[in-house]
């Protein structure tokens, strides 16, 4: 009977680990095809799985969890200087300057951060996948970064499971 509660779930967790897969998408046509399934619910599921997915990235960023073995190797590799990569490294050190300054904001201002995060949680707009590894970068509570981001999710989620039904409703009346 709530079989799409957990298949929900498991795609929500599954486009929060891998950004390619569109759980908007998937939710729309999930309220096309289950007309009779509560919106409430299906922001729930989703909001669960996303938060569940992002909280792994979260952690990772925070440093409680490690990279696996090959990526960490891969990243800590040490390379013969190249002028290729010399060049890069110019080209980015402006990018790494500003990541570094917006973590010690982050740090300075734990509101605007929880702020930030919030609002992004809702319409992704800084996005939420940015948000999130800057809120484990700047230390957040993980309780803030639960309760904003499931309370965020659910908004989103529940607020587009309901569309089809208020365009529905609009159009039979």
Do not use: N
């Given at each position: 009977?709530?079989?799409?509660?957990?298949?929900?779930?498991?795609?929500?967790?599954g486009?929060?680990?891998?950004?390619?897969?569109?759980?908007?998408?998937?939710?729309?046509?999930?309220?096309?095809?289950?007309?009779?399934?509560?919106?409430?619910?299906?922001?729930?599921?989703?909001?669960?799985?996303?938060?569940?997915?992002?909280?792994?990235?979260?952690?990772?960023?925070r440093?409680?969890i490690?990279?696996?073995?090959?990526?960490?190797?891969?990243?800590?590799?040490?390379?013969?200087?190249?002028?290729?990569?010399d060049?890069?490294?110019?080209?980015?050190?402006?990018?790494?300057?500003?990541?570094?300054?917006?973590?010690?904001?982050?740090?300075?201002?734990?509101?605007?951060?929880?702020?930030?995060?919030?609002?992004?949680?809702?319409?992704?707009l800084?996005?939420?996948?940015?948000?999130?590894?800057?809120?484990?970068?700047?230390?957040?509570?993980?309780?803030?970064?639960?309760?904003?981001?499931?309370a965020?999710?659910f908004?989103?989620?529940?607020?587009?499971a309901?569309?089809?039904?208020?365009?529905?409703?609009?159009?039979?009346?």
């Amino acid at each position: 009977m709530f079989a799409w509660f957990w298949v929900t779930l498991g795609v929500a967790f599954g486009s929060a680990i891998l950004p390619v897969i569109s759980v908007e998408v998937f939710v729309l046509g999930l309220v096309a095809s289950e007309p009779g399934l509560h919106w409430l619910l299906i922001g729930a599921a989703v909001s669960i799985g996303q938060i569940g997915g992002k909280l792994l990235y979260y952690l990772a960023a925070r440093g409680s969890i490690g990279l696996p073995r090959f990526l960490h190797d891969r990243l800590h590799r040490r390379r013969p200087p190249s002028r290729r990569r010399d060049k890069w490294h110019l080209r980015t050190k402006w990018l790494r300057g500003k990541v570094e300054a917006l973590r010690e904001r982050c740090h300075r201002h734990p509101h605007w951060m929880t702020g930030t995060y919030g609002v992004s949680s809702v319409i992704g707009l800084p996005p939420f996948m940015a948000t999130t590894v800057l809120a484990g970068l700047a230390d957040m509570r993980m309780s803030t970064f639960l309760t904003a981001g499931l309370a965020g999710r659910f908004i989103r989620y529940s607020a587009l499971a309901a569309c089809p039904a208020v365009f529905a409703g609009w159009f039979h009346h």
